[in-house]
């Protein structure tokens, strides 16, 4: 059973400044539900209860928006805004969050291992709020989709999309035998290759599901691309010591790391989700 999901929220956000100067780029909302809880919802939606947070200076709004907030909850009572807060509220009562910080900004793998703590020696995934995932109307969401690829295979997974050749240097890039039905079992993965380095156009986006063994793993990694302790090279050693499966997720995803992907987002949500609405 995989009950833990880890999201890592310590990065600063300079493409959004200056809204990002004094609020995390993980509070920005999408129309009127901040980035990370749409995080949160989808980790819930997969049966994962356990939620960590590893944050950074300057992070303190995350850890506020999943707790109570006695003064306004009194002060709405009765007004029948107390709707709005439902769906957070619901989130706060049933499911544990925990929190640690990652003191030095020495990338994504550093972030995950300072997660450890948290996580413990089980299985958990991994949410990059950046990344936002909306399911097909009726299906279930990419993370749900992850658990039960993770219940067939019990090794680290990843969520992979197919992306322009010109945009492959923003991400991991896989290299896979093709399983079928979206599977591939990855033989190679770069972080932000060169188009001419890269071994396919399929992008890791931020959906991961991570064996434990994955924190001795970083342990071992050097800094990679960007002088970071990149994720991907601890994951290459997983996919070649053992196993490593890549999926093509069903589903919609947001770039809301960049401004065209958040205002897209922000349009899409508006349309199919708030005005009908559904939430
Ligand atoms: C991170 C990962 C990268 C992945 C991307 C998905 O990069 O390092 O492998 O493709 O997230 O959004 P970042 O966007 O933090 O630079």
Do not use: W
């Not at 009765?78 to 925990?98: C, D, H, M, T």
Request: hydrophobic share 40%; charged share 25%.
């Amino acid at each position: 059973m995989i009950n833990k999901c880890l999201f890592p929220v310590a990065g600063y956000g300079t493409r959004f400044l200056p809204a990002t100067k004094s609020m995390p780029k993980e509070m920005l909302p999408i129309v009127n539900k901040p980035l990370v809880q749409y995080g949160v919802e989808e980790a819930v939606e997969a049966g994962l209860t356990d939620i960590g947070f590893v944050t950074g200076r300057g992070k303190r709004p995350i850890v506020d928006h999943f707790d109570i907030n006695y003064e306004l909850e009194k002060e709405i009572e009765g007004s029948g805004k107390e709707a709005l807060l439902r769906n957070v509220s619901n989130l706060i009562e049933n499911n544990n969050f925990s929190f640690t910080r990652q003191v030095h900004m020495k990338g994504l793998g550093h972030a995950i291992h300072c997660g450890q703590n948290l996580m413990g020696d089980n299985p958990f995934a991994v949410v990059l709020a950046d990344d936002l995932c909306i399911a097909d109307e009726g299906d279930i969401g990419v993370l749900a989709q992850m658990v039960k690829i993770f219940d067939q295979f019990r090794c680290s997974i990843v969520a992979i999309q197919e992306v322009p050749d010109e945009d492959v240097h923003k991400y991991g890039i896989i290299a896979g035998d093709d399983l079928g039905n979206g599977l591939f079992r990855v033989h190679d993965m770069v972080e932000k290759p060169s188009q001419d380095n890269a071994p396919s156009n399929l992008a890791i986006i931020g959906r991961y599901i991570l064996s434990p063994d994955i924190f001795a793993k970083i342990g071992h990694t050097s800094a990679g691309v960007n002088g970071e302790i990149q994720i991907t090279d601890a994951l290459l050693k997983q996919a070649k010591e053992g196993c490593v499966i890549a999926y093509k997720f069903r589903g919609k995803r947001f770039d809301c790391g960049s401004i065209d992907g958040f205002v897209e987002a922000t349009n899409y949500v508006y349309e199919n989700i708030y005005k009908k609405g559904k939430e």
